[in-house]
């Protein structure tokens, strides 16, 4: 049963192999432990997750990624993860890395939000990070190019 899907708002993304890539997110899910009932991706503009940021989180500043738990109970993880297409372009070049790889790390990024990671404090951007290169290494491993 598909608990993966991906919509584009503004901006289309493009990705190959996206199918493998749904199958890799539900299985990131349970290697954390948790009960995935379905979770939804936007791909969007800086424009379009401007405003989101605006009108929900009362910040005026651009992010790559927004995730919004939309589950009823604590049983089971139901969510939304926006993502600009525009800031993650943007992001893989200061960072030198392949868009590709950018992509599935934000990707991956709000899927660990929605298994309980935060980003606010120095070790838990540490651990975030950790946990993301976890995923990606084990995504390019069983994926390869």
């Given at each position: 049963m598909q608990k993966i899907y991906f919509h584009s708002?503004?901006?289309?993304?493009?990705?190959?192999?996206?199918?493998?890539?749904?199958s890799f997110i539900q299985r990131l899910f349970l290697l954390e432990n948790q009960n995935l009932?379905?979770?939804?991706?936007?791909?969007?503009?800086?424009?379009?997750?401007?405003?989101i940021n605006k009108d929900f989180l009362k910040h005026d500043y651009y992010t790559d990624i927004i995730t919004f738990n939309l589950s009823d109970n604590?049983?089971?993880i139901a969510g939304e993860v926006y993502i600009s297409i525009d800031r993650?372009?943007?992001n893989a070049l200061l960072q030198k890395s392949p868009y590709n790889e950018e992509c599935l790390r934000v990707i991956f990024h709000g899927a660990l939000h929605l298994c309980g990671y935060n980003d606010k404090t120095k070790k838990?951007?540490?651990?975030?990070?950790?946990?993301?290169?976890?995923y990606l290494q084990l995504y390019l491993k069983s994926n390869p190019h």
């Open positions: 708002a503004d901006r289309v993304f493009r990705f190959n192999s996206k199918t493998p890539l749904k009932e379905n979770l939804h991706y936007i791909f969007c503009s800086d424009d379009y997750l401007l405003q604590s049983k089971v993650v372009k943007e838990e951007i540490t651990i975030m990070r950790e946990k993301e290169n976890e």
